[in-house]
């Protein structure tokens, strides 16, 4: 686990960028100096675990550069939980209740991530409206980020779950038909339900529903066919 020095807080040049995160952006100006004094940016390897299941949270991540594996263990097995892309912040219910993780988390590439003491985060939350909205934001949008991830698990096969993947992150990426996947096939996996020889397989399912594959780059080249096969949902998959 990383380094859990508090360091010597926000560094003058990082402070736009921090003042603008979405977390942030809305604070009223002493009360987000408050949370500058106390925290710092720190940049982590590719594999190093940030945190474990059952820990008590120290810190609020943010993650502003990079990609993180949020994941649960239990005998021996492990499985991926979430992928966590930049911006956003993880994993803030834990946070909030002052309660152990029920997720553990490392990194996947190199990764600069803010900390914010959970102490402070639950101080200053209190004496700053904008701050405290959008704290709901974030949990709320956690919350339902859930509820599509188990829907999709329990609605759909391992190709549609899988084909349903490829087109959200198509419309993350700015819906041209061109996907890359950030995470190793292994991870992709894990976080489908999948073995990684059921993915392979998923991947020769969707060659002919209109995508090819070509190492971590996916191209759409029958869309029409890649949404009969998916049958998306535009409000429960967030492609609105």
Do not use: C, W
Request: glycine share 6%; aromatic share 4%.
């Amino acid at each position: 686990m990383h380094n859990r020095s508090r360091g010597q807080g926000v560094r003058p040049g990082e402070k736009p960028e921090i003042a603008n995160l979405p977390l942030f952006r809305e604070m009223q100006e002493t009360q987000r100096e408050r949370i500058f004094s106390g925290s710092f940016l720190q940049v982590f390897p590719p594999q190093l675990t940030l945190f474990e299941l059952g820990q008590h949270p120290d810190f609020l991540h943010v993650l502003i550069d990079g990609l993180v594996e949020l994941y649960a263990h239990s005998a021996g097995r492990d499985t991926t939980m979430r992928i966590v892309e930049p911006v956003t912040s993880f994993i803030l219910a834990a946070v909030v209740t002052d309660q152990p993780y029920l997720m553990s988390a490392r990194t996947i590439a190199p990764s600069r991530i803010l900390l914010v003491p959970a102490a402070l985060v639950r101080e200053v939350v209190k004496d700053d409206l904008a701050l405290m909205q959008a704290t709901m934001r974030e949990l709320a949008h956690a919350y339902r980020d859930m509820v599509r991830a188990l829907t999709d698990m329990k609605l759909r096969q391992s190709a549609e779950r899988l084909g349903n993947l490829i087109l959200r992150q198509d419309h993350r990426q700015g819906g041209r038909g061109q996907v890359t996947l950030k995470a190793e096939k292994r991870l992709l996996a894990s976080l489908l339900g999948m073995t990684p020889e059921n993915l392979s397989r998923a991947f020769a399912v969707l060659g002919q529903h209109g995508i090819t594959v070509t190492g971590a780059s996916v191209a759409i080249t029958d869309r029409a066919a890649l949404e009969k096969f998916v049958r998306p949902d535009p409000v429960r998959d967030d492609l609105v």
